[in-house]
């Protein structure tokens, strides 16, 4: 009988041992971390009563809406919590980790989303074809491309089916050609760019270009693709005019919409900000010089706080400076007095955009030596740096340099 009491209580760890089993993995945990995870797990089943997913994901939406990563996270989180396959949640939690810098997250979670339904949704495949390079980036955005394509002819034939007049383009959540377009803009601006070394990089840039312009004629970042691309194949005149119907599609919108109070919904059509600065680099090598000053003005009163736009408005001065310079000696007179103001005007411009240019570039930490030393060698040129509050005033009030309209309440009009 003792034995068999002995063996009892020996029993008894082993059962102890076990016990955890249901807590598998807080041995290695704090008590705050334990104590984190319980609440999770209480506060998703309490998520689970109270809201049904499409009622998070509503809240999820309106938080994005507002620009409230942080609280559109959470509500999105218990939406998978509830529900852990949901496309929607997926992707939105993806763009959601993308917008607040949390970059491997994001790629985890639309991986997630690619394994959970390859062949519905094209936007996970558009984000890793972002985050990728080279080849594999290619390969996500073709395959994006197909799931686009599926659903472009499901639409048809349920459009056709119904007997209804709607375009797809009506409901902003259904993919369009243009979709399309601007998936095939991004595979052919990787053939120019990262896999531009590559054997037939060249053909395969123009072909998906082409193929870009098929879905979507009118699409100016399709168009200026082709201007860059005929740019590095030193055929200057065919992409200028490529480029200028580029920007014909939106800058005057553009303008129009920042010259009146009311505000209009110019975003459509208007190119992403780093392609705008191509379209800057662009016009300026056309020698479009005030329609590169329109663009420049444009990205500044968007973003003041990127030194390329600065160094890019300096340098479209000095260059319209030295042109009128060029001018004047070529038909052998006198400077007028007009003359001598403008490129007075031009210089201070110049000096004034090329200053902030500098401060930005210390004050950012960049890293672009070439573009430093190119803004000091202008500068020198130039009379040096504007001193004080001097280049602060004058990106303020001494210009619109040479833009094609300016305001009749502002300073004395300049001629060109």
């Known amino acids: 009988m003792g034995g068999q009491a002995k063996n009892k209580k020996k029993s008894k760890p082993k059962r102890k041992d076990n016990r955890p089993s249901r807590d598998e993995g807080f041995a290695c945990l704090s008590p705050q971390e334990r104590m984190k995870v319980r609440m999770h797990e209480k506060a998703k089943k ?4 109270k809201y049904s997913v499409q009622q998070l994901l509503e809240r999820t939406e309106e938080y994005m809406d507002s620009f409230d990563f942080e609280m559109a996270s959470l509500f999105c989180q218990r939406a998978l919590d509830v529900e852990p396959t949901n496309l929607q949640a997926l992707d939105m939690l993806g763009h959601i980790c993308s917008e607040l810098g949390d970059t491997q997250k994001a790629k985890a979670v639309f991986l997630r989303a690619v394994e959970t339904s ?3 949704g094209h936007s996970k495949y558009m984000y890793l ?3 990728h390079t080279g080849q594999e980036a290619v390969d996500y955005y073709t395959r994006g491309i197909q799931v686009l394509l599926s659903a472009l002819d499901k639409q048809e034939t349920t459009t056709a089916q119904a007997g209804a007049a709607a375009s797809p383009g009506q409901d902003p959540d259904l993919p369009t050609p243009k979709d399309v377009s601007i998936a ?4 052919a601006e990787i053939y120019l760019t990262d896999l531009c070394m590559e054997e037939g990089a060249g053909d395969k840039c123009r072909e998906y270009i082409e193929r870009a312009l098929q879905y979507h004629h009118d699409n100016p970042e399709a168009l200026q693709l082709m201007a860059s691309y005929l740019f590095s194949t030193e055929r200057n005149q065919e992409g200028k005019e490529y480029l200028l119907k580029s920007v014909g599609l939106w800058l005057p919108a553009q303008k129009q919409s920042a010259a009146s109070l009311v505000e209009e919904d110019t975003q459509n059509e208007t190119p992403p900000y780093e392609a705008r600065i191509t379209t ?6 056309s020698q479009e010089y005030e329609m590169a000053v329109d663009v420049l003005e444009g990205l500044l009163e968007e973003d003041d706080e990127v030194v390329q736009v600065w160094y890019l408005s300096g340098w479209v001065c000095y260059l319209q400076w030295e042109k009128a310079k060029e001018q004047q000696e070529r038909e052998g007179r006198d ?8 490129w007075k005007a031009l210089t201070e411009a110049a000096r004034s955009y090329l200053t902030n240019a500098k401060k930005l570039y210390s004050k950012l930490r ?6 430093l030393e190119h803004v000091e060698q202008l500068l020198g040129e130039l009379g040096g740096e504007m001193e004080g509050e001097e280049g602060d ?10 833009s094609d309209e300016e305001e009749d309440d502002a300073e004395a009009p300049m001629e060109h």
């Open 335 to 342: 400077v007028t007095k007009e003359e001598t103001e403008e």
């Open 184 to 187: 095939y803009c991004s595979i």
């Open 118 to 120: 390859p062949d519905v």
């Open 46 to 49: 309490k998520s689970a009563e």
């Open 393 to 402: 005033q004058g990106l303020d009030e001494d210009y619109e340099p040479c």
């Open 129 to 131: 074809g972002q985050i």
């Open 280 to 285: 800057a680099k662009l016009l300026i090598e």
């Open 366 to 371: 960049c890293d672009d030596q070439p573009m």
